[in-house]
């Protein structure tokens, strides 16, 4: 049981009226129990006490799958409370000229009106849970120390999809825009054998465990997905992965995009997408087909990456017309 926000009434209001659902449960609000009692508190809890009681004379690989931040953005009164939605600022991309058909998607004005009684309360919850995260964080990296582990422990903080929370009218992710597709990535070698840096080449999560295994000694099998930046990481050597690609869906209707420190070029279905991050980082102007050598570019590096993963619906990629 918990209080329903504005931002839950008005979902719930659009899908009994007209069928608008989120992409997730719509469900937000406050509830009343204690705050050491919250699922992201009880998920690193439970893995800092699996630390705690581990034979720390035997490797160990664990992973701790936080949901937050994610809906539902139900919270208790110390994270419901910790950001005004007054406060918050909206995004700076909600008007663009992605032609977007399906308006269950588009929820915002419809559905959820700009204001502090709606997105701006959305983005206040979403960054309760962002807080209450990293409130809890910091009992794994006791619960290594207390193991006398740390120095001798890889540490990776990840996120599998970002929260578009506004941007282009969106809520959710299911889509291309950096919002969704760009996540946090920190890595923290044992014994801090590297000077702290900032890698601005664009990395994939399929890289992390090959990454991974070079880091831990294991040479990645050559099939396997993703690059091994090992080496690079541990000499502090530059890292230049000139692109990343990632794909969405599942069959004939799977969407691919291909990321350089400068363009993003996105098949969605029947239509293509070429944005430049550099001047447009917010995503709001499709260029071509002004631009198209750089999406035929694009679309080359593209195809050498599904040939090298022996993509079975490589056809179609090549048949996407610009």
Same mark, same amino acid.
Request: charged letters at 30%.
């Given at each position: ?217 294991? =040479? ?78 694009? =679309? ?23």
């Amino acid at each position: 049981p918990y209080q329903p926000s504005k931002v839950d009434q008005f979902m719930t209001r659009a899908e009994r009226k007209s069928g608008v659902r989120s992409a997730h449960h719509h469900e937000a609000g406050l509830v009343d129990i204690d705050p050491e009692d919250s699922l992201t508190a009880w998920t690193i809890n439970s893995c800092a006490e699996y630390i705690d009681n581990y034979d720390s004379d035997k490797p160990f690989n664990i992973t701790c799958s936080i949901l937050a931040p994610h809906s539902p953005l139900i919270l208790s009164n110390k994270w419901y409370s910790k950001f005004d939605p007054k406060d918050m600022v909206l995004p700076g991309n909600l008007v663009d000229d992605y032609d977007l058909r399906n308006g269950q998607q588009r929820a915002i004005p419809r559905v959820i009106p700009y204001g502090e009684n709606g997105v701006k309360q959305f983005i206040a919850l979403y960054y309760g849970l962002i807080a209450e995260v990293d409130h809890h964080l910091g009992k794994l990296w006791k619960s290594l120390e207390r193991k006398g582990v740390l120095e001798n422990t890889i540490i990776v903080f990840v996120s599998d999809h970002g929260e578009m929370m506004g941007s282009h009218r969106m809520f959710s992710k299911g889509v291309f825009f950096e919002e969704a597709l760009r996540v946090p990535l920190i890595i923290r070698l044992p014994g801090a054998k590297s000077a702290r840096r900032v890698v601005e080449s664009p990395f994939s999560t399929a890289d992390l465990v090959p990454t991974l295994l070079g880091l831990s000694g294991i =040479k990645p099998k050559s099939d396997m997905h993703g690059r091994d930046v090992s080496r690079e990481l541990m000499s502090e050597r530059p890292i230049d992965l000139k692109y990343s690609y990632s794909d969405l869906g599942t069959g004939n209707k799977r969407s691919r995009s291909i990321r350089t420190n400068d363009w993003k070029l996105v098949f969605e279905q029947n239509r293509s997408f070429l944005y430049n991050l550099k001047r447009d980082p917010g995503e709001t102007e499709n260029v071509l087909p002004r631009k198209r050598r750089i999406a035929i570019e694009l =679309k080359t590096k593209m195809l050498e990456f599904l040939e090298q993963t022996s993509e079975p619906r490589i056809d179609k990629v090549k048949n996407h017309k610009l």
